[in-house]
């Protein structure tokens, strides 16, 4: 069968048995490129979006200092030239406003938006196996069928509140970072108050610091951060990105994160303390996830000689540019190794806000704090006035947002059931007993150790591939088995536990919020690894997933 067939061909079984071809929650980088890849294929298509407008995480994250930890110019689309030649960047690291713009920019050009149903929230999704379809609900009582039911909704995206006792007595003004007011927040003069240093702390506590009146940072554990070295992209430097972007993207497709940084620079096996130094130094200068890639990552991640020598010179750095000695000890690191955390960037001098006169560090490690009290803040030792308290604690990741619908599968399985010691899954994309279910970016997929959108392509294509294959064959569901899905988790269990990342409690192991179950959730071989893996897979006839031929299906009884 040619495309053109096949596009026919479910168009045609689109509108006989039910009302989509596929129903896609979320329209950020992964749902727009989905829509995108599924109307080519002819396919119909709904994208629910939450929010009134396109942009998932980069719609939501508004705090002051959001910015993409990723370089600008691989922070985009590589799958259509157009967009990325047309497409110009500002700054080495694009702002939150700059990457809003730039999804903006791309619903335009590929013409989506007239397929998103935006501000409308799913709230369940159940399966039927003997037609091999999803029935979704929005939360406005609409209810459609459809045959493939595909999750963009990205990892970080529900966003984690500590349940502090009376914050509901606070007299003043509270904020998650995650859902930022759109009209922004008046900081200036204010005795703002922050509970979280992870990445978004550290970059909200050095844009606000020069504005508010007294800035109270709450912190309970120090943090690795890295200078990012932001500039603005020259016209020269633009140009001769633009001259190599094949190979950028060939670069950046074919490594361990997503970023085409050169990988014949990176081996620190046999090198003395002093030369790893002058390396580190050297990378140090060029900033961001430059000096990650100094060595080779997965060697950083395992050597735990090398990360100790890569730690203490991060906690040097940090001794050097905070003044007072208290503070600087306060603010180093020793609970984890470097990168067993997500490393966060420094944009704006973070340790030399601390230098401030009108910038307090609160350690909560030590003296917990106890309440919110309608005045502010109280912990065991003191208490905190303030005027806006600002929550940058962080997400349920990886899987709260996929349970924050009802998801259904077989026989009415909730989601949350087959969850409740963990999430497992068969390479991130699809899980035993949920058919006919595609989870991009979904646990066990190397997500959000890599540069999102190279991952988000990956998968998109895979699973469109995978929908072209099932109408060209007549396959009308798709499985995951269940020795696959465990074999699959146990792999990446087995990778992680060769790892430094056991040694921190992180969101990558759901140990942010409490009770969730502790398990490594994405997958740390690698993008290039990994898209070996699903490329084999996928050439073996979809290896580890059971396929059934639509002539099987039990016929409905009228
Ligand atoms: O969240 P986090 P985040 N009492 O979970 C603290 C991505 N991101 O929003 O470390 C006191 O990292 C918590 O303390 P502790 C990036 O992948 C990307 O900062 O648990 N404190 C921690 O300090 C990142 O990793 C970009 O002891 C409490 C903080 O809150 C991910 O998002 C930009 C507490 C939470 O840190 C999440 O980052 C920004 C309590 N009860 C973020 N509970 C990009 O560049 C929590 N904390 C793309």
């Known amino acids: 069968m040619s495309d053109g067939d096949v596009r026919e061909a479910t168009t045609e079984r689109a509108s006989e048995t039910t009302d989509f071809d596929a129903v896609v929650v979320g329209a950020g980088f992964s749902g727009l490129y989905m829509l995108h890849r599924l109307r080519e294929l002819g396919l119909s298509v709904r994208v629910y979006e939450k929010g009134d407008g396109v942009g998932g995480t980069w719609y939501w994250n508004r705090y002051p200092g959001a910015r993409c930890d990723s370089e600008s110019h691989i922070y985009c689309y590589s799958f259509d030239e157009d967009l990325y030649e047309e ?79 009376g914050l509901d007595t606070f007299e003043g003004e509270w904020y998650h970072t995650a859902r930022w007011p759109h009209d922004g927040v008046d900081l200036d003069g204010q005795r703002v108050g922050v509970i979280g240093t992870g990445s978004t702390g550290i970059q909200f506590i050095s844009e606000t610091a020069s504005r508010a009146g007294h800035l109270t940072v709450f912190q309970r554990t120090p943090n690795y951060a890295v200078p990012a070295r932001n500039r603005p992209l020259e016209a020269e430097e633009y140009e001769e990105i633009r001259e190599n972007y094949d190979a950028i993207w060939e670069q950046a497709r074919n490594s361990r994160l997503g970023m085409p940084f050169d990988p014949d620079e990176n081996s620190a096996r046999g ?51 905070v003044d007072d000695p208290d503070t600087a000890e306060k603010l180093v690191p020793t609970d984890h190794p470097y990168g067993a955390k997500r490393p966060p960037m420094d944009y704006n001098d973070y340790y ?36 806006v308290l600002v929550f940058a604690t ?98 990446t269990n087995m990778l992680a536990d ?14 942010n919020v409490p009770g969730k179950p502790s398990i490594f959730t994405p997958f740390p071989g690698g993008l290039e690894m990994y898209r070996g893996i699903c490329e084999r897979v996928a050439e073996d006839d979809y290896d580890g997933f059971e396929l059934r031929e639509a002539t099987d299906a039990p016929t409905v009884e009228q």
Request: charged share 30%.
């Open 352 to 387: 030399g806000t601390y230098n401030r006169d009108d910038v307090s560090l609160v350690d909560v490690e030590e003296n917990p704090i106890t309440e919110i009290t309608p005045d502010g803040v109280r912990t065991t030792a003191d208490e905190y006035d303030l005027d």
């Open 498 to 511: 060769n790892m430094l990342f056991s040694e921190a409690k992180s969101w990558y192991r759901g140990e």
């Open 87 to 165: 497409w110009e960047w500002s700054e080495r690291y694009p702002e939150q406003p700059e990457i809003l713009e730039y999804l903006n920019f791309a619903a335009d050009e590929l013409d989506l938006r007239r397929d998103i149903a935006f501000e409308t929230e799913v709230t369940s999704a159940s399966y039927d196996d003997d037609a091999a379809t999803w029935t979704i609900e929005t939360a406005d009582g609409e209810r459609v069928e459809t045959r493939f039911f595909i999750s963009a909704v990205g990892c970080l995206s529900e966003p984690f509140k500590p349940d502090f006792d």
């Open 271 to 321: 090198l003395s303390e002093a030369e790893i130094h002058d390396i580190l130094e050297d990378r140090w200068q060029q900033g961001g996830f430059r000096f990650l890639h100094a060595f080779e990552p997965g060697h950083v991640l395992s050597n735990a000689d090398t990360n100790a020598i890569i730690s203490e010179f991060i906690r040097e750095k940090i001794r050097e540019r």
């Open 394 to 491: 962080g997400f349920d990741a990886m899987t709260g947002a996929l349970l924050a619908m009802d998801i259904r599968g077989r026989d009415g399985l909730p989601l949350e059931e087959k969850w409740a010691d963990g999430p497992t899954t068969y390479l991130g994309l699809g899980m035993h007993d949920f058919p006919n279910l595609f989870t991009i970016t979904g646990p066990q997929s190397p997500s959000v150790l890599t540069n999102m959108p190279m991952s988000i392509e990956q998968h998109v294509e895979w699973i469109t591939d995978c929908i072209a294959y099932m109408d060209r064959e007549g396959y009308d569901r798709i499985e995951a088995t269940a020795e696959s899905e465990q074999q699959w988790v146990s792999q």
